[in-house]
């Protein structure tokens, strides 16, 4: 079982940057995917960004592509999430999730049913 645990979410003014950080704990050796989801009232959850646990390789959502970058630290078990150049849109509850099974799908980072464990989320709001 994984557990994880956002941090870093905010109030930032339009154009500015936030850093968010999932720790991640309990069975990290079982961890193919992680990824980052966010929602905003009313809508559906977004993929945001995804990386394989080992190889290191990166998935955007097209509307953050250019802005937000994802990254891993292994010795640590965070991934991050570096978001620049944030716009009113980018508003809503961030969410961490991993993936503990083998990835069977091509866009399976990209599919919130394909996550075994969630993190609470963390709240991030841009102003115009």
């Known amino acids: 079982q994984v557990q994880l645990v956002e941090s870093g979410g905010g109030l930032v003014q339009a154009g500015g940057s936030l850093r968010l950080s999932c720790a991640v704990s309990?069975?990290?050796?079982?961890?193919?995917?992680m990824g980052w989801f966010r929602q905003a009232p009313g809508k559906e959850r977004e993929f945001v960004a995804a990386i394989t646990w080992f190889g290191g390789s990166t998935y955007y959502g097209d509307s953050v592509k250019g802005r937000f970058t994802i990254s891993r630290d292994g010795a640590k078990n965070t991934v991050a999430l570096q978001m620049n150049s944030l716009k009113p849109e980018d508003t809503a509850v961030y969410y961490c999730?991993?993936?503990?099974?083998?990835?069977?799908?091509?866009?399976?980072?990209?599919?919130?049913?394909?996550?075994?464990?969630w993190g609470p989320g963390t709240q991030v709001t841009v102003s115009s």
């Open positions: 309990g069975r990290t050796s079982s961890i193919y995917l």
């Open positions: 999730a991993a993936r503990s099974r083998p990835v069977v799908y091509s866009d399976s980072y990209s599919r919130p049913s394909e996550y075994d464990s």
